[in-house]
C-alpha cells in the first residue's frame, strides 16, 4: 500500500530535548512538507522539501531542522529553542514540485513537552 | 487579516439536512483551491479540488467566484458520518497552501 508514516505517534519529552519526528512515503512524490497544528488553529508550514537535498523554511521555522537526504524520507527535529513545542505535527507530500497540487497527510505525531 | 477565513461554527444539523459552508481568502494570485475534511485527532483527507466551472461529487459541491475571492462547499442529505471539520484551503506562490482553521459540521439523528 502506497502512504505516509509518520513515527511515534505520541511522544512525549522534557523541556530542553531534541526530538525527531520521521516520515516516510512510498507514493514517489517529490515534494514533502511539514505543518504543526494547535487547537482552534489552522495548520502553519513548518519546512518543506521540493527536491532531494533541498529544503525552504516555512511561516514558523524557528526552533525546527530538517533533512531530505533521501526522496522517501524528511525528518523533522524539534530542538531545545522552540518556545512552544507542544502540538500535533503533520506531515504531507505531494506530486507536482512547480505548481500546487494537492497533499496527503500521514496521521501525524503528537508532541507533549512538559 | 488571515489569508483564509472560515466560521468556525460549529454548524449543527439534523440528519437528511442541506448545510453550507463559506470561505473567503486574500491573495488574488491564488490558482488552486481544495476542501479537506479532518476528524477529531486525525490527519486531513483531501475531499474535493474546486475549480471555476465547479464541481461536484456525489453528494458535495464546491463553488469558486474568483472575483470576490470565495469559496464554497454544500453537503446535501447530510449523514452523520459527515460530522468532522471542514478545511478551506488555498493554493500560495510556489507549492505552498494555505489551511483555513476549519468549520465544524455536527450532524444529529
Known amino acids: 500500500d502506497g502512504g505516509i508514516t509518520q513515527s511515534p505517534k505520541y511522544l512525549f519529552r522534557k523541556e530542553g530535548q531534541n526530538v525527531t519526528l520521521s516520515c516516510e512515503q512510498n507514493l514517489n512524490h517529490d515534494a514533502m512538507y511539514w505543518y504543526r497544528q494547535d487547537p482552534g488553529q489552522g495548520l502553519r508550514l513548518i519546512y518543506y522539501s521540493q527536491i532531494v537535498n533541498d529544503f525552504q523554511k516555512g511561516d514558523i521555522a524557528e526552533g525546527y531542522s530538517v533533512s531530505r537526504e533521501k526522496k522517501e524520507s524528511f525528518p523533522l527535529t524539534v530542538t531545545s529553542a522552540q518556545k512552544n513545542p507542544t502540538a500535533f505535527y503533520l506531515c504531507?507530500?505531494?506530486?507536482?514540485?512547480?505548481?500546487?497540487?494537492?497533499?496527503?497527510f500521514g496521521p501525524g505525531t503528537r508532541l507533549t513537552v512538559t | 487579516r488571515k489569508e483564509v477565513e472560515q466560521d468556525p461554527g460549529p454548524f449543527n444539523v439534523p440528519e437528511g439536512a442541506t448545510v453550507a459552508f463559506n470561505c473567503t481568502y486574500s491573495n488574488s494570485a491564488s490558482q488552486s483551491f481544495f476542501w479537506y475534511r479532518q476528524d477529531c485527532r486525525k490527519e486531513p483527507k483531501l475531499l474535493m479540488s474546486?475549480?471555476?466551472s465547479g464541481n461536484e461529487d456525489g453528494r458535495f459541491t464546491a463553488q469558486l467566484n474568483r472575483a470576490s475571492q470565495y469559496i464554497s462547499l454544500l453537503i446535501r442529505d447530510s449523514k452523520l458520518s459527515d460530522s468532522a471539520t471542514y478545511l478551506c484551503v488555498v493554493s500560495r506562490e510556489g507549492n505552498k497552501l494555505v489551511f483555513g482553521a476549519g468549520t465544524i459540521l455536527r450532524v444529529k439523528s
Open positions: 474546486v475549480y471555476s
Open positions: 504531507a507530500s505531494s506530486t507536482n514540485r512547480l505548481r500546487s497540487s494537492e497533499q496527503y
